[in-house]
């Protein structure tokens, strides 16, 4: 019987501790986890009194110091991008914008496309970015066939 009455409290105490351990490494998992980071913390606006189509994840960057341009910290300068806001709309390398300050987001298969495309947002630009010319003319010409012209 006293086998019985000392095991009650031999089994409360070791589960006590077990469960103490667990709710340990649980704080540790939770403190090693890599904080999400900001590119740049200059923006051209700020996001919540924007309203630019862009959505609430696009990541801020300015790149008025850096001659790169940088997106979700993948270097786009070397990428094609089309900009919408031109009247005679055209591919061509990105580092050939005159981008200072901007925006970007991934957008998910832009104007249908079957792939997603990069949207650099600057003052007097909108371009989207792809990463081959053959990509950025696909697109381009599915936006062309949905404008109102």
């Known amino acids: 019987m006293t086998f019985k009455i000392s095991l009650g409290p031999t089994l409360l105490a070791i589960l006590s501790i077990a469960l103490l351990g667990c709710e340990k490494s ?34 801020p960057v300015v ?18 991008g089309f900009d919408e806001s031109a009247k005679d709309a055209q591919c ?26 990069i949207h650099l947002l600057s003052k007097d630009q909108s371009i989207f970015i792809y990463s081959s010319m053959e990509k950025c003319n696909q697109a381009k010409e599915i936006w062309q066939s949905n404008s109102p012209e």
């Open 26 to 59: 649980e704080q540790q998992q939770k403190n090693q986890e890599p904080a999400k980071s900001i590119v740049a913390s200059t923006v051209v606006e700020d996001a919540a009194t924007s309203s630019s189509p862009l959505p609430s994840s696009a990541v």
């Open 63 to 80: 790149s008025a110091q850096a001659p790169e341009i940088l997106c979700d910290k993948v270097k786009v300068n070397q990428w094609v």
């Open 92 to 117: 061509k390398k990105v580092e050939s914008y005159n981008i200072a300050e901007y925006r970007c987001a991934v957008e998910k298969k832009a104007f249908g496309a079957d792939f997603d495309a």
